[in-house]
């Protein structure tokens, strides 16, 4: 049982560059989100997914867009990367819905370096 | 709104020696609370859960925390540090989103 998978696991980017960040999940989880994490902020919701087809935004979601596939996929993109988008990104999955999802359970996630 | 502190950004301590991470929180809901960890270059895992159930948690690897309302907090505490419990420690707060505290990272001195 894998859980949640991250892909890629490190990329550099160029300003400007366009890149997508997979992630799926094997539980039959409804919600999933994307994360970023800050030296001393914690993580942050970039997007949010209760089932396929819908999103919603997060707290910073600036600069990005996503995608949920299927239930299992839910991509995020950075269309023209940024240095301010450096970060390392983490995918969730909870079985309920945001109010009240019980346990997140997080993938390993990715280091973005924006050169 | 809702909002949490972690009070210590940094908490050093010896191993066999009790833990202690603090956390506040606000939330104009009644809130489900979380600590999570997140050892180096890997994803979070969650440690334990209040959900409005026993003020008193038991998570795993032996950590506890409670619950007091009154105080609005949710401290994380262990009897005796381990060296593999050094990690960074997260506070979340959930009453209507996930809410992360900063973080505090614990050393575990040999």
């Known amino acids: 049982n894998a859980g949640v998978t991250q892909t890629p696991k490190f990329q550099v980017l160029k300003t400007g560059q366009s890149m997508t960040l997979q992630c799926a999940q094997d539980?039959?989880?409804?919600?999933m989100y994307w994360y970023r994490q800050d030296p001393g902020m914690g993580l942050r919701l970039i997007y949010y997914s209760a089932s396929e087809g819908t999103t919603d935004k997060g707290e910073v979601p600036n600069g990005y867009n996503v995608s949920r596939l299927n239930k299992r996929e839910f991509s995020l993109r950075l269309e023209s990367a940024a240095p301010s988008q450096t970060s390392v990104y983490f995918c969730?999955?909870?079985?309920?819905?945001?109010?009240?999802?019980?346990?997140?359970?997080f993938g390993e996630g990715s280091r973005l370096t924006v050169l | 709104a809702q909002s949490v502190t972690q009070l210590d950004s940094h908490v050093s301590v010896s191993e066999g020696t009790p833990v202690l991470l603090r956390c506040n929180y606000s939330?104009?809901?009644?809130?489900?609370l979380f600590w999570y960890v997140q050892h180096p270059n890997k994803g979070l895992q969650l440690l334990l859960k209040y959900t409005s159930a026993a003020t008193l948690v038991k998570g795993i690897n032996g950590f506890e925390a409670e619950f007091k309302k009154s105080e609005t907090s949710f401290h994380l505490t262990k009897p005796s540090a381990h060296m593999s419990d050094a990690a960074e420690y997260f506070c979340v707060v959930n009453g209507q989103n996930f809410v992360f505290g900063p973080g505090t990272r614990l050393s575990v001195l040999p």
């Open positions: 939330s104009s809901y009644s809130p489900s």
């Open positions: 969730a999955s909870s079985v309920r819905g945001r109010a009240n999802p019980g346990e997140l359970f």
């Open positions: 539980m039959n989880h409804n919600s």
